[in-house]
């Protein structure tokens, strides 16, 4: 044991004042029990609110200055156990263990206590110093619950604080108690399970080496009496025999219970948490009369019948919605741009008026994409979710959904997919199995985002007519369908059924509406503005030093023999790799005219927005593919949807000129 | 009666009750391609030994003895479909009539090894849901992992699967049916053994089933639920 101690680089010295340091917070609990929200009053960076359970799919970070103190508070992934082993669970188990937060604060729903403490027993055999702050007081309160929260707390042996986070109620008071536990660091008392399971963690825990792994003692014992795979590996390492004598320990309680060890756990967890519910909690209300707001809203909103047409009147309506508003705001906030500097995408000049031209493109593209169409999509969108509507869709949509290999969840991604695609990629990352968040990724890229819409909108409806965009809608769902059932058999991996909480309904909270909408539309900033103005950017100076003419040769053999559509789209295709709706701009300003029914024919029309729906998804969305999934399979999705949309046009084509 | 015949006549009873209400006399000659006659002629017989209340001119419904040896044939008959499609790759249209042969020559020995081997399956190829077994266990673990299956005790109160209840109905978690990973997941969310449970909804179709679960709902994948077995409360389900 020396290095450490005597070098003074990594460890702080002991005398150095205490308030210069920054302290580490982490805040766990189940999903959806108002962890985002108190996360964000904390420190008041916006994290993603909303009525969905498994949304804070990383884990976010902030500041909470408070009494001179600067306290880094990290938001872990919403989850119910961290014994079975999904992304979340590990990321939050790891940073626990391994990260050595100062505090974790374990928010918990007032209403749901029992399952809450589930997971707060968990943590507890972690032995972190921790808060409980228990959330949701005022939802508790009206179902007639009452929680002694000093008999909690002595139970426990940690601080307990009430709170309505939604509002700001208690914030103060939590403020306080992680001020004060980073200094005291209250570490919660060791809970009893059976005596069956107690005998047997002792005895492991006598066996186990001191020190072994960095983890306590007792969670090392009770994870290896649950036979969880990386602790059992672990210790294998360094001492074959204790793993193998654990073993045998689990084999003699399953024996007594006639159910795997690792279940005999939880059972007992669950019976704990029930004792302490038990003594700490009163119900005031007949607990059997209560219908509910939430079962009068579901019996309408999941009935047979009039379910369905609720779902497609919202879906539906928030799409027409969207892009009635989305059409009108655009043009004015074109109108309002041009006024300032002309929109012009390609022009000749100096280097200066090139790049100047392409940024301000660029920029007011991505303008006139984002403000229009996809915050109010998203906004609308965000008061479905919060209210809590969005979980009953999905579970109206489960049955459907398993046809493509997808389950209920996978509701969320595909309908943000229609605003834009790249915050609905990243979406995906709430389904559990690997296999179907790709698969549920593959298949948002194909969605219909707001930039393919414009494209279908501005070219097919505009100058063909309305039922031929509609009929490449219809097509291209089809498609959706068709190609998530082939994707399902070819992918290797597993599909598992969904498990869902179900919430509460509840009236849309302003704010926290307002913040998920800022949150998805952030990523869109992030990822999305940049690569517009530099791919504009690029594109303009190409064109200007006369290297676009050859990519129009070059492409030909595809746009000119296969898809028959003019030479000049070549170009236009490339552009669309950027953003797909720039194909409209650089289709008029490559052809001088917006009046596209005189260059092309309608079926080349409705080839042109065909292709522009199914190839290449745009730069952004292959960026943010990559970054979820790997090049290769970014790259592998890239490459099918070219194929597939020189195929299918291809065959449109050749289909279409017979009878249009 | 044969006690081939015998099982044949409950097993036709129960499908008919599930489907509707009461077995009557017509609906069961029809089912089993007999004449009339000889179906009141049985059902006497069936009477007579404590299988099935009869009322002459009404129909039939099975006795708690008669439903739990329905039940048993029923899932030996659905277990053996598995294996003769699953693993055997017969035909799926054969596997009904071949198993309806071997169904009443299997013995527990062979009914548990089967169920073992299978993996203890959930459905049918048909796609019926197949009864839990009579062992005294609560999760297949005792299964899966010893050499000797542990010992035939009928249970106290017939088990049934989530899935049967009506919306409201009240129950008790009593066996999970699957290996670790399944158990595991469903008792991470609360749904351990002896936990009382209410079936708020099932989605038409299928669809997943809502539970109300320790004062929260969830909602669970029609396949998943299929895992779970309650016993019903109050007044005894069908």
Not at chain 1, 212 to 222: K, V
Not at chain 2, 2 to 19: F, G, N, P, T
Request: proline residues 5%; negative net charge.
């Amino acid at each position: 044991m020396s290095g450490c101690r005597d070098c003074a680089g990594c460890c702080p010295a002991p005398g150095r004042p205490d308030d210069k340091r920054e302290y580490v917070v982490a805040l766990a609990g189940n999903a959806n029990v108002g962890k985002s929200a108190t996360f964000n009053q904390l420190t008041g960076v916006d994290q993603e609110i909303g009525n969905w359970p498994g949304k804070t799919v990383e884990r976010a970070e902030g500041l909470l200055q408070y009494r001179g103190q600067r306290i880094r508070v990290i938001d872990l992934p919403g989850i119910y156990s961290i014994s079975a082993l999904s992304t979340e669970e590990q990321v939050s188990r790891e940073f626990i263990a391994h990260d050595h937060p100062d505090v974790v604060v374990n928010i918990v729903d007032a209403s749901a206590l029992e399952r809450n403490l589930f997971f707060t027993l968990q943590l507890t055999e972690l032995e972190s110093p921790m808060i409980l702050a228990i959330n949701q007081m005022d939802l508790a309160a009206q179902k007639g619950i009452r929680i002694d929260l000093e008999k909690l707390s002595g139970l426990l042996g940690v601080p307990v604080i009430p709170t309505i986070a939604i509002q700001g109620k208690g914030i103060v008071d939590l403020s306080d108690a992680i001020v004060s536990a980073v200094h005291e660091r209250p570490k919660p008392h060791t809970i009893p399970y059976g005596k069956e399971v107690e005998d047997r963690i002792r005895k492991i825990m006598q066996l186990l080496p001191a020190g072994a792994g960095g983890y306590p003692p007792r969670w090392t014992a009770i994870k290896l009496l649950e036979g969880d795979p990386d602790t059992v590996w672990e210790v294998k390492k360094s001492s074959p025999d204790v793993a193998s004598a654990a073993q045998a320990y689990a084999r003699e309680l399953e024996k007594i219970h006639g159910e795997p060890a690792g279940t005999v756990l939880s059972g007992e967890r669950y019976h704990a948490a029930e004792r302490m519910v038990s003594e700490v909690m009163e119900i005031h209300t007949p607990g059997d009369q209560e219908v509910s707001l939430t079962d009068r809203i579901d019996r309408l909103a999941l009935h047979p019948v009039l379910g369905y047409f609720m779902l497609i009147l919202t879906i539906g309506g928030l799409l027409i919605w969207t892009f009635i508003i989305g059409a009108w705001m655009s043009e004015l906030i074109t109108t309002f741009l041009a006024g300032i500097a002309p929109i012009q995408p390609l022009i000749k000049g100096t280097a200066a008026d090139v790049i100047f031209n392409g940024a301000w493109t660029g920029f007011v593209a991505a303008l006139t994409l984002i403000i229009p169409y996809v915050i109010p999509f998203y906004f609308i969108l965000a008061l479905i979710e919060d209210s809590g509507f969005l979980t009953r869709f999905s579970l109206m949509l489960d049955r459907g959904m398993h046809k493509m290999g997808l389950h209920g969840k996978a509701i969320i991604p595909l309908v943000l997919g229609f605003g834009c695609t790249v915050p609905a990629c990243l979406s995906c990352r709430i389904i559990e199995s690997p296999k179907q968040k790709f698969l549920a990724a593959f298949l948002v890229t194909l969605i219909p985002c707001s930039a393919r819409t414009i494209v279908i909108l501005g070219v097919v409806a505009a100058f063909v007519n309305i039922w031929w965009a509609l009929a490449l809608y219809l097509f291209d769902f089809l498609l959706i369908v068709i190609l998530g059932r082939i994707a399902f058999r070819v992918l290797p991996g597993e599909s598992v059924g969904m498990i869902m909480e179900m919430p509460d309904y509840h009236v849309p909270h302003l704010p926290g509406v307002l913040n998920q909408t800022w949150q998805r539309t952030k990523s869109l900033i992030w990822i999305v503005l940049p690569a517009y103005i530099a791919g504009s950017i690029a594109i303009t100076a190409a064109y200007a030093m006369g290297f676009l003419e050859p990519i129009n040769t070059l492409l030909s053999p595809v746009t000119v023999l296969l898809l028959g559509l003019p030479l000049m789209t070549g170009v236009v295709f490339v552009f669309g790799i950027i953003r797909k709706e720039m194909t409209i701009l650089a289709l008029a300003a490559l052809f001088g005219t917006t009046v596209f029914s005189t260059i092309m024919t309608p079926a080349q029309l409705i080839v042109f927005a065909l292709v522009t729906m199914l190839y290449v998804p745009c730069i952004s969305t292959i960026l943010a593919l990559a970054q979820e999934f790997g090049w290769r399979r970014a790259l592998g999705i890239t490459v099918l949807e070219t194929a597939l949309a020189a195929g299918t046009g291809a065959v449109a084509i050749r289909v279409l000129t017979l009878f249009l | 009666m044969a006690r081939e015949q015998l099982e044949e006549y409950l097993e036709s009873i129960l499908d008919i009750e599930e489907k509707d209400g009461i077995a009557k006399t017509s609906a069961i000659a029809r089912c089993m391609k007999v004449a009339p006659a000889s179906v009141t002629e049985a059902l006497q017989t069936l009477s007579d030994k404590g299988y099935v209340h009869y009322e002459p001119y009404k129909g039939a419904f099975l006795t708690d003895q008669g439903r739990e040896m329905a039940r048993k044939v029923k899932r030996r008959h659905r277990l053996l479909e598995v294996f003769l499609s699953d693993v055997l790759h017969i035909n799926r249209d054969n596997v009904h009539d071949e198993a309806c042969k071997m169904e009443h020559t299997l013995s527990d020995e062979t009914e548990c090894a089967l169920c073992k081997m299978l993996n203890a399956p959930a459905r049918c190829p048909h796609g019926s849901l197949i009864e839990a077994c009579d062992r005294d266990v609560e999760s297949c673990s005792a299964c899966l992992r010893e050499n000797h299956p542990p010992s035939i005790c009928t249970r106290d109160e017939p088990l049934i699967p989530v899935t049967a209840l009506q919306p409201g109905q009240k129950a008790t978690i009593a066996f999970i049916r699957g290996d670790s990973s399944v158990v595991q997941r469903l008792t991470d969310l609360g749904l351990t053994l002896k936990t009382d449970i209410r079936l708020v909804r099932k989605a038409p179709l299928m669809g997943p089933v809502e539970i109300g679960v320790r004062k929260t709902r969830l909602a669970i994948d029609h396949a998943i639920a299929d895992h779970i077995f309650v016993i019903a409360c109050g007044e005894k389900a069908g």
